[in-house]
């Protein structure tokens, strides 16, 4: 929907309402306001800044400690070069793949992203909406804002659901339960949040489970007029999958401290046995950043790991994905499917993951940015960009199927995934 106003003579506003309700005002160039050309995620972080209250915006945008392996989470993928090639027939594109023997149009997943209804009203829901529409898998993370049920009831194919090792068995296989009720099509057990990083900004802020409002907070929310708008207009601002479900969480009140409790400190790989006895279906282990890891999580059963180290929230000075996936590649790649997490920001860096040997990847922050933009437009927006970046660079590189691509077309430095002993 386009609206228009006139200001004396020389002056024109217009802005677009989107289908997920959130308008984006245009601004002003002697006179006129034009709307913001949107070329690379980046853009959509700029419009996300302004637009969610800092809590949210630094509980996104943030790693622990000193954010070593937050920066270089994005930064090594930098040391990697592409090898353009020339004068090859670059017609009949596909980027269509799998991805644990689901169809997918990239080989990209939404990663789950805990609080994503906190970004955006009902930001599960519409993230999930988008990722459905232009064919990738939605990972669902068991701290949402929005429910399992709530997702499952927004949509109409099945998506993933994320869960972490809690103690609680009752609670974990009710869990599984819910996911196989609601025809969700893979678990992904997260296996590196035994207890939390520091991360300092939280702290600051006072983000927590529930978040402890401050007057600076508060105050800074009354600015962000959109984003309280959506939040005033939807019932879901709570956990989800845990209010009402999780023995003695019956309120928010109560919510701080089971979760003080409820993470599993003495987790083993026996542990994880017993979730893969709760769960039948395909199951992904989340969290893989050294090859003996890789090596446990194969022989638990798991259908695909993923190479991650929790967008560099947990383990500061940990190595980025990308510089830990070659090894990890030489240790099981032939046995399990592979996948990445943690620093894809566009569709070179789904490109070179891909060329190094990972079947799939995820994006978090990327398509956060989008949501808390423009709401499920601003998701769609996210993938659009990696889809056309990742199609043309595969092209330039000399490929016209993203399952063709291979090693060849990189330039990695020899020492970029063994230089320590």
Excluded at 19 to 33: D, M, N, Q, W, Y
Excluded at 69 to 94: K, P, W
Excluded at 390 to 411: P, Q
Aim: charged content about 25%; hydrophobic content about 40%.
């Amino acid at each position: 929907m386009w609206k228009w106003s006139v200001r004396g003579c020389f002056s024109i506003r217009f802005a677009i309402t989107w289908e997920s309700g959130i308008t984006i005002t245009t601004r002003t160039l002697f006179g006129v306001e034009l709307m913001p050309v949107i070329t690379c995620v980046d853009d959509l972080k700029r419009i996300y800044k302004r637009r969610t209250p800092r809590m949210f915006y630094d509980y996104a945008e943030s790693g622990s400690w000193t954010e070593q392996t937050f920066r270089e989470n994005t930064t090594d993928f930098q040391d990697i070069h592409l090898r353009q090639r020339v004068a090859i027939d670059m017609s009949g594109r596909t980027t269509k793949s799998q991805m644990i023997g689901q169809d997918v149009s990239m080989p990209v997943a939404l990663a789950p992203v805990g609080l994503t209804g906190m970004q955006c009203a009902d930001g599960e829901i519409k993230a999930a909406r988008a990722a459905e529409k232009f064919g990738v898998p939605y990972t669902l993370s068991t701290m949402s804002i929005c429910s399992i049920e709530d997702v499952a009831e927004n949509t109409s194919k099945p998506f993933w659901l994320q869960v972490y090792t809690l103690k609680d068995d009752d609670f974990m296989q009710r869990l599984f339960d819910r996911a196989k009720a609601a025809k969700c099509s893979a678990a992904v057990i997260t296996v590196d949040l035994q207890m939390l990083g520091q991360r300092h900004k939280d702290l600051k802020n006072g983000l927590s489970a529930p978040p402890k409002l401050t007057i600076k907070s508060v105050a800074d929310m009354m600015t962000k007029v959109q984003w309280g708008l959506g939040m005033l207009g939807t019932k879901r601002r709570f956990f989800g999958n845990i209010v009402g479900h999780a023995k003695g969480v019956a309120d928010p009140s109560s919510l701080g401290d089971w979760t003080a409790q409820a993470f599993d400190d003495s987790l083993d790989w026996d542990r994880i046995r017993e979730f893969r006895k709760m769960w039948d279906g395909p199951l992904i282990i989340k969290g893989i950043i050294d090859p003996r890891d890789a090596v446990e999580a194969l022989n638990v059963g798991a259908d695909a790991i993923i190479v991650s180290n929790h967008g560099g929230r947990q383990l500061d000075g940990a190595l980025s994905s990308i510089r830990a996936l070659p090894q990890i590649m030489d240790a099981v790649g032939d046995k399990i499917e592979v996948h990445l997490d943690s620093g894809i920001r566009s569709g070179q860096d789904v490109l070179k993951a891909l060329a190094l040997g990972a079947k799939g990847t995820y994006i978090g922050r990327a398509y956060v940015y989008g949501l808390g933009a423009m709401g499920e437009a601003g998701v769609t927006k996210a993938l659009e960009l990696i889809h056309k970046e990742l199609e043309v660079s595969m092209a330039f590189c000399g490929h016209t199927d993203i399952n063709t691509v291979d090693r060849d077309i990189l330039m990695v430095p020899r020492d970029f995934s063994d230089r320590w002993q």
